[in-house]
């Protein structure tokens, strides 16, 4: 688009919510000639969110003011998103985004992805953009693998680096009801967890396809299928993770995954009581823990004054 857009603005101010997710499969199928991973993976939103205030200002530029604060800058994903859309509309108007973190950081759970995800939705709403589907889908693609994912939510399967999204149906097993989330003190980096992924842990995508075959149908799938191909190697290379691993399984969870990259381990419950009760044993033990659920986002989640 050559022309400067005139973006309507009938609010000062708009809401968004921005959700993490889990994954509850994730297939690594090979390394492509572009560096990324071919992927097949499922994955759940979840009701851990970040809040985000958008304000229209009259100096055309974008400030970002976050409270964690290393994020407060134009190469939070959320900014970036932002930009893209003016870029992309060839248009100036000003905005402050706030950004409330509460989804950990470099996490496994997509929080820097949900936020560039909620940005574009909030903006195409508030600005009332004339964007395609396939457009908007093409510009999270390019903020990141996971964005996508995070413009639909809810129970998807994600292929390719992880862009082709497969709305599952909404369904969500009762024996996962609660969902404890563990982020172990490090961070781990994304890249250096697929650069280091040895050939072996590759699958051919059946864990993820059965997984989503048994979820449509609404039965829960084999725990067998509920495999990531990244733990292995993950589990490996970072002991504090193992051993939480460990403990969250002394304290009773029966079942544990490690979330994409990680470092955050997630372990379902069936009842809230023993999911609370799991809870605060690791937490006196010291370790940061979630307590959390599947989650279907809508529209609702953006809201304008
Ligand atoms: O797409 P995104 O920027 O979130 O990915 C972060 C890094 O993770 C990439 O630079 C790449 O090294 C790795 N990655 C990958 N294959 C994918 C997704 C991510 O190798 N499908």
Redesign the pocket.
Known sequence: MSYAQKIHISSKVCFVQAYAKINLTLD?LG??TD?????ATVMQTIDLHDTICLTATDDNRVHMICTTPELSNDENLAARAAYLVRERLACKQGVRIELYKRIPTTAGLGGG?SDAAAVLLALEQWWQLQLSPSDLLNMAAS?????PFFLIGGLALCE???ERVTPLARYWPSSMRWLLLLKPAISVS??A???NLPASDYTDGTHSRAASTALNASHIPDVDHLHNGLERGVLERYPEIAAAREDLLKAGARFVRLSG?GPTLFAPFAELACAFQVQQQLQAQGYEVYLSRAINPNAGSVCFF
């Open positions: 690594v390394r492509r560096g990324y991973h071919e992927l992805s903020l990141g693998s996971d964005v390719g680096r992880g994304t890249k967890v697929f650069r990259s």
